[in-house]
């Protein structure tokens, strides 16, 4: 099946049996040859049932029975009760190649949100994938990649999104996700843990069971971050080192400037200004800080599920596996 570029119905249309004009007809998803009407409480889509069918079983099964309407000259139209935005999104996600494309391309938390949510509904393997794919950008499973979250993160970065996140993680069981996600809820004050914050223009709590995690989880990564502070300043020079004192005072002066982070971040605490790190240092004290550093943060990563009252790293490893490559 050939298809055409979307284009808007002449005014007629809202009165023919193709349209309702109670509904407002979407546009950009209202393709002249379409051969099926899809309607919702106020949208109405005029689109290709071959591709929907060829995507997704639940639509493949469903226009197998004829529609209600259905006859030699009406369009068969569906009823759906999908939200209509983001019936929109996972429309143009199935229609155009172009509208949600995997990583590195940039897409919206909520659009990711309805994909995910529509494409699991109707079973759309492909495009449940790529939504996983675009929230495992910010929230991975692996320390590798949350170093380098902020080059790769597709999703922009919005204050507070990580509560929003957590209903969409908890909703599918993307368990795999949690430590990260619950790690950067911890980097919230606790009014804002057991209030929870604004977003969107909408108000976001954690729920019960989640905000207890989070709340023990910070007190134990704020023990973590003090205790890396401790190690860092206490560490001797290296046996190498060309400047012993100045190397012991600029390690001093830098973790000062760096206790003044008022949030529990162990993983990222010491790694703000490396650059100008090595600079202070002599290069034998500086390597050996950063190897020591990132030791430590290795460490507190692997035990990121534990900290959380989660399944080990290596059974969420695997719950990622089986979603990613679903059998």
């Given amino acids: 099946m050939t298809m055409k570029s979307p284009s808007p ?159 969409l993680v908890r909703e599918f069981d993307i368990t795999w996700a949690l430590p990260a996600v619950l790690y950067c809820l911890c980097s919230y004050t606790v009014p804002q843990i057991y209030d929870g914050v604004d977003w969107r223009e909408r108000h976001i709590t954690i729920n019960p069971e ?22 860092f300043l206490r560490h001797s020079p290296h046996s190498d080192c060309t400047s012993p004192s100045e190397c012991i005072e600029q390690r001093r002066k830098w973790l000062n400037e760096a206790s003044g982070w008022d949030v529990a971040d162990p993983l990222d605490y010491l790694d703000v200004n490396w650059d100008s790190l090595e600079a202070d240092l002599c290069l034998a004290c500086f390597t050996q800080s950063r190897s020591d550093t990132e030791e430590t943060q290795r460490e507190i990563w692997d035990k990121l599920p534990l900290i959380f009252g989660l399944p080990s790293w290596t059974e969420l490893k695997m719950l990622e596996e089986e979603a990613m490559n679903p059998h």
Avoid: C
């Avoid at 309702?20 to 099926?36: A, K, M, Q, T």
């Avoid at 704020?222 to 502070?229: E, G, I, R």
């Fill in 9 to 167: 119905p002449p005014p007629a249309a809202n009165s023919s049996s193709d349209a309702d004009s109670s509904r407002l007809i979407v546009s950009d998803l209202w393709y002249s040859d379409g051969n099926l009407i899809i309607e919702t409480a106020d949208s109405l889509f005029k689109v290709y049932s071959g591709l929907l069918a060829q995507k997704s079983s639940v639509f493949r099964d469903m226009f197998s029975f004829p529609q209600p309407n259905e006859n030699a000259r009406d369009i068969p139209t569906v009823r759906l009760f999908d939200q209509s935005d983001e019936l929109t999104w996972f429309l143009k996600a199935i229609l155009d190649p172009e509208f949600f494309e995997p990583p590195p391309s940039t897409s919206d938390l909520s659009i990711v949100g309805g994909i995910l949510r529509l494409s699991a509904k109707y079973d759309v393997s492909f495009l449940r994938k790529r939504a996983l794919l675009h929230l495992g950008t910010t929230y991975p499973s692996t320390l590798t990649a949350w170093k380098r979250r902020d080059i790769h993160r597709s999703i922009p970065p919005l204050d507070n999104t990580p509560f929003a996140v957590l209903p």
């Fill in 210 to 231: 989640d905000r207890r995690r989070v709340l023990v989880g910070r007190a134990e990564l704020v023990y973590l971050q003090t205790k890396l502070s401790a190690r």
